[in-house]
């Protein structure tokens, strides 16, 4: 849907701080802002799916999304989470071939959308976006190599001890007793974000909870910082 000004003032705000678009002068900052428009995602809707030919760049106003493969079963890997400022559809932006994963709304997400054809008219007048683009995706390249690492060197337990270590390290808050609170995922969930069964995450997670490594209060796990 088309922007208002209201809309273009909240989009300008997400614009200047991505590292992508650091560089541009002030009119094509101006102009690549006019260029975005706005698509609203229900939690579980999917953006786009893999192999789609679709091209646009994304940026996260609101909420939250996933990127994941998905196999004919419907089961899941998660390869990383998307929050508020990030963005994403960068790599089919740039060579204009199908989406490399499925993106799917974690929660109610607004989203500003650029078209492929727009971005590359600006790129034609500031060629150092391409720049920082290439330096964002390889730091995103470098996390692909930690999570293909995690899948071909650690055990089930060691890669769910790790997310849980991650995302205690980026969202839990620390609490008296010496733990780090979490929002608590089901083992569906955890499943997905590490590349095992949901079978082997049960069993995990009880041999983690039966060493106090985790306490499960019901809604948060709380998290030893070193766990075993």
Do not use: W
């Amino acid at each position: 849907m088309p922007i208002n000004d209201n809309e273009k003032v909240l989009i300008g705000k997400f614009v200047q701080r991505l590292p992508i678009f650091k560089n541009l002068s002030d009119d094509n900052l101006k102009q690549i802002i006019n260029e975005f428009s706005l698509a609203k995602f229900s939690q579980g809707d999917s953006i786009f799916y893999q192999t789609d030919e679709s091209t646009d760049l994304y940026l996260i106003l609101q909420g939250s999304v996933r990127a994941c493969l998905q196999n004919e079963e419907g089961q899941e890997l998660v390869l990383t989470h998307f929050r508020e400022g990030d963005f994403f559809g960068e790599m089919s932006l740039l060579d204009g071939r199908p989406r490399s994963a499925t993106m799917i709304a974690q929660d109610e997400a607004t989203l500003a959308v650029l078209k492929r054809n727009k971005f590359l008219n600006t790129l034609k007048t500031e060629p150092m976006i391409a720049i920082d683009m290439l330096s964002a995706l390889v730091q995103r390249l470098r996390k692909a190599d930690e999570m293909i690492e995690s899948l071909a060197f650690l055990d089930v337990k060691e890669r769910l001890v790790k997310y849980l270590l991650e995302i205690a390290a980026s969202e839990g808050k620390a609490v008296d007793d010496g733990t780090i609170k979490v929002k608590k995922l089901t083992h569906k969930e955890l499943a997905s974000r590490t590349g095992a069964s949901r079978e082997a995450i049960t069993k995990v997670l009880k041999v983690l909870i039966f060493n106090k490594a985790i306490k499960d209060d019901g809604n948060y796990f709380h998290i030893l910082k070193a766990s075993p």
